[in-house]
Nanobody, 124 residues
Framework: QVQLVESGGGLVQAGGSLRLSCAAS????????MGWFRQAPGKEREFVAA????????SYATSLKGRFFISRDNAKNTVYLQMNSLTPEDTAAYYC?????????????????WGRGTQVTVSS
C-alpha cells in the first residue's frame, strides 16, 4: 500500500519561503512521476507542479513559474517543493500525489495515490 506523507507546511509571512517534503513508501518511487497540488478553502484543487520519474522533466502551473520549484531525491524516496516569494494567495493545503507512470500530467485524476496534505498559511 502506497503511503505519502507531506511535511514542511506552516505559517509564513508574505515574501517568505517554505520547502515542502513528501516521503513515499510502499511502491517503487523511482519509476513513478510525482506531483504537487493545492486546495484553498472554497476552491477546487489545482495543479502546482510535477516531476518525471528521474527528474528530467518538470512542469508548473503557469502562474507559479519562477517562484515554485519541484525536485526529487530517488535515493530518499522524497519529492520536494521549494516555494519562494509567498503571497497570501498561496495559502492552501498542499498535497503530493504519485502517478503510476514515468511522466507527468497536470490532471489530478491521473494520480492514483495521495498524501493527507500539509497546510501552508501566508500572512500579509
Amino acid at each position: 500500500q502506497v503511503q505519502l506523507v507531506e511535511s514542511g507546511g506552516g505559517l509564513v509571512q508574505a515574501g517568505g519561503s517554505l520547502r515542502l517534503s513528501c516521503a513515499a513508501s510502499g511502491r517503487s518511487f523511482s519509476t513513478n512521476a510525482m506531483g504537487w497540488f493545492r486546495q484553498a478553502p472554497g476552491k477546487e484543487r489545482e495543479f502546482v507542479a510535477a516531476i518525471s520519474w528521474n527528474g528530467g522533466r518538470t512542469s508548473y502551473a503557469t502562474s507559479l513559474k519562477g517562484r515554485f520549484f519541484i525536485s526529487r531525491d530517488n535515493a530518499k524516496n522524497t519529492v520536494y517543493l521549494q516555494m519562494n516569494s509567498l503571497t497570501p494567495e498561496d495559502t492552501a493545503a498542499y498535497y503530493c500525489a504519485m502517478r503510476r507512470a514515468l511522466y507527468t500530467t497536470t490532471n489530478d485524476l491521473q494520480y492514483d495515490a495521495w498524501g493527507r496534505g500539509t497546510q501552508v498559511t501566508v500572512s500579509s
